[in-house]
Each structure stands twice: as structure tokens, then as C-alpha cells.
């Protein structure tokens, strides 16, 4: 007995062991803080970049006067410049011109969509609804895939992460904006 008690005493005196103990259970937590800020950071850079490019993509279209497929279809280069250089396979961008009439009763006018979206909402605020005016809505959505957790989470809690602008501008110059072929 005596002897059971001199080596629990010799054990708890010994501080030798006491760092590895600590590592090994403080480690973990750093490495998942550090991969979760990195997302983070992730995330918040491709959010301002999207932002970025929808406030951009919007402003240039309420700038013209007439437009056409090909001008939008340039919009598809510019996020690949503007996001490089993180590849956006999953994207879509939706432009859409609104004419508000006298009565503030809301017509599209045109669409146009790089993969063929539909236009899920078409709320116009309140702030920006004038008589006789025309307005641009931009929109702009990518998938996120987070690079460190994908391979650490299991299959079910994996997923996209949606991020989209949506930007209205009125327009600058003229009446409308045309787009022949829209």
C-alpha cells in the first residue's frame, strides 16, 4: 500500500509530462480556430468582391442608353477578373430593366440571365420607386464550398454557401434602356 502511494505522490510531483498534457489538448482547439477564421476570411473576401462586382455591373448598365445580349454577355468576363483568383464554376448573374409608370404600377421590360435564371424576386424598395422612371436590377449569386471543412465534415453536414447581391439602380441618361435583343 505504502508503495501504491509513493508512486502516486512521485507521479503528481513530476512536471516533466504537464506540456505534452496541455498540447495535446489545447492543439486541437487552435487548429479548428485557425481553420474556422480562415473560412471566415474566405468568405468575407469573396462577399466583398461580389459586392464589388454587382455595384460595378449595375452602375455601367444604368449608364447606357441602349444594350444588347453581347454587352451583358461581357459582364461574365468581368466577374472571372473580378473574383481571380478564385474560380467561380457556380455563378449566375441576372440583369433586368423595370419601367415605372405614372401610377407607379411596375412593367419588366427585359431580362437577361448568364445561365438562364429566372427572376425569383422582383420586389422593387420603396426608397427607389419614382413615377415615370426606370430602373436596373443586378443581381449576382456564387456557391462557396469551404475548402478546409469539406474534407473534415462528413457528407450530410456538407453544403454550398449561397452568396448573392442584388443592386437597383435608376437610370442615368434618357428615358429607358433598351436592349434589342433581350
Known sequence: MKCIKNYILRFL????G???????IILPILLLIYMAVYEIT???TLSKRLTRFASHMGDMVAQETSINKQ??????NFLRATMY???TPNHSIIVTGYWLDNK?????MWNWSSSNVKVEREDIPASIKDASTFIVRAEVSINYRTLVFSKI????LKGDIVLRKVYYYRQRLGDQIVCRDC
Open 13 to 16: 510531483s513530476r512536471e516533466n
Open 18 to 24: 504537464v506540456v505534452a498534457v496541455e498540447m495535446a
Open 42 to 44: 474566405m468568405l468575407y
Open 71 to 76: 454587352y451583358l454577355q461581357g459582364f461574365e
Open 85 to 87: 483568383p478564385y474560380r
Open 104 to 108: 407607379q404600377i411596375v412593367r419588366k
Open 153 to 156: 465534415l462528413p457528407d450530410s
